[in-house]
């Protein structure tokens, strides 16, 4: 008996005219997450199987779909020629031999000499003359044996849906950049943009040597990882000592943060305009810390001419942010103690709730154009 995969994608169907766009990504996107194995992608009827493959290289398939963006569900399944005896070894192979079970087929062949309640009784019937131990429950069974008839001859027989990482197609929703410091916060916000099917490029900003080497190679480790969601992505890495060393010695410390901010996003606006990306991404939290209040917002949002900025963990509490991190496999990375450009000069107090005005008086003591076409000019580019 072949093993083959089903998927079954999430809300494409919902796109009218735009389906087929979305399909044919969708497909590319599963051919590149399984590039390197021996496999064959097949569509039917808006029904995708993952044939062909060695048994051996199944679990690997299945860790790389979790990743993609798209899947609502998957299932292993036995594609069996289309006769009783067959369907019923399958059938046999996947029903586990306790427990309430029913049997629901699909028949899409309507030339099969039984109809899908037949099949249905059928193999029931033989699989509770074979398992005594087994018994028919309709409504709430703890196992349902899945049978397709297909059109071509071949039945599909299967128990297990897996859900899958739902969201859309990655490469559907345009692109956006993505601030990543080496927190836990920014790679969650990444990994939940790219979701809703956004291709994400990063952009990271150092203080070498304030900050260590250690620093930047823990954030192109968390990018990686963004980047077995989104199949590949650029990391933009640029320098900010000096914007640091000039804020530090010509205005009030307490602006540090608010500040660099600024200097922040409008390097990101320029680096977005320079790769193509339409809106910036954060991770920050609504009131997380003293410069995540909506003050700070209003202050780092000001400089930014046209690009929208995505926040989508505004409403998230810590601990939520931390499960999610954990479940994308960044946490483990992004708790490592290596100090990211934001505690260096560091003030004590920071302001909590900077008015535009005071923001301003402190930056009209800096060159901004002069530091940020200097910090443009380090401006390196890693292709993950
Ligand atoms: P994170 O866990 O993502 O570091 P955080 O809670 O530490 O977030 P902040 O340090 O205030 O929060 O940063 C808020 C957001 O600003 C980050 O989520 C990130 O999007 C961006 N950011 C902060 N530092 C950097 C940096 N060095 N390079 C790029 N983006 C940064
Ligand atoms: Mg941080």
């Known amino acids: 008996m072949e093993k083959v995969i089903i998927l079954r994608y999430s809300e494409i169907h919902l796109k009218g005219k735009n389906r087929c766009y979305f399909e044919r990504v969708f497909t590319v996107n599963v051919e590149k997450s399984l590039k390197g194995i021996k496999h064959e992608l097949r569509v039917i009827s808006g029904r995708y199987l993952i044939e062909n493959f060695d048994e051996d290289s199944i679990d690997e398939i299945l860790s790389r779909l979790e990743k993609v963006f798209g899947i609502h569900s998957y299932s292993v399944a036995f594609k069996v020629p289309s006769d009783l005896d067959n369907i019923f070894e399958a059938a046999k192979t996947v029903c586990q031999p306790y427990g309430t079970f029913k049997v629901d087929t699909h028949r899409a062949d309507k030339s099969f000499y039984l109809n899908s309640p037949q099949i249905n009784t059928e193999i029931g019937g033989k699989l509770l003359e074979l398992y005594n131990e087994l018994t028919v429950e309709?409504?709430?069974?703890?196992?349902?044996?899945?049978i397709d008839v297909r059109e071509n001859g071949s039945t599909l027989v299967f128990?297990?849906?897996?859900?899958?990482?739902?969201?859309?197609?990655?490469?559907?929703?345009?692109?956006?950049?993505?601030?990543?410091?080496?927190?836990?916060?920014?790679?969650?916000?990444?990994?939940?943009?790219?979701?809703?099917?956004?291709?994400?490029?990063?952009?990271?900003?150092?203080?070498y040597p304030y900050t260590n080497m250690q620093a930047r190679d823990k954030v192109e480790e968390l990018a990686k990882i963004l980047s077995g969601y989104t199949l590949g992505t650029h990391l933009n890495i640029i320098s900010v000592t000096h914007i640091q060393e000039e804020i530090h010695k010509k205005c009030n410390g307490e602006f540090m943060v608010t500040l660099l901010r600024r200097f922040m996003m409008r390097l990101s606006e320029r680096v977005a305009k320079k790769i193509g990306a339409q809106c910036l991404i954060t991770g920050e939290s609504l009131g997380q810390v003293a410069s995540q209040t909506v003050e700070g917002m209003t202050s780092s949002n000001s400089v930014v001419e046209?690009?929208?900025?995505?926040?989508p963990l505004c409403g998230f509490d810590k601990d939520e942010i931390?499960?999610?991190?954990k479940k994308i496999g960044a946490y483990e990375i992004s708790i490592q103690p290596y100090e990211d450009c934001c505690t260096v000069f560091l003030?004590?107090?920071?302001?909590?709730?900077?008015t535009l005005k005071s923001v301003l008086e402190e930056e009209a003591k800096l060159d901004v154009e002069g530091l940020l076409k200097e910090a443009m000019s380090t401006l390196e580019t890693i292709t993950l």
Not at 322 to 325: A, D, K, N, Q, W
């Open 322 to 325: 931390i499960e999610r991190s």
């Open 159 to 207: 128990g297990k849906f897996i859900k899958g990482a739902g969201g859309m197609p990655v490469g559907t929703s345009g692109k956006g950049l993505l601030l990543i410091s080496g927190g836990i916060d920014s790679p969650v916000a990444g990994h939940m943009i790219a979701r809703r099917g956004m291709t994400v490029d990063c952009i990271h900003f150092h203080s």
């Open 138 to 146: 309709v409504h709430n069974p703890s196992q349902v044996i899945n």
């Open 306 to 311: 046209c690009l929208p900025v995505l926040r």
């Open 347 to 354: 003030p004590k107090h920071p302001v909590i709730k900077p």
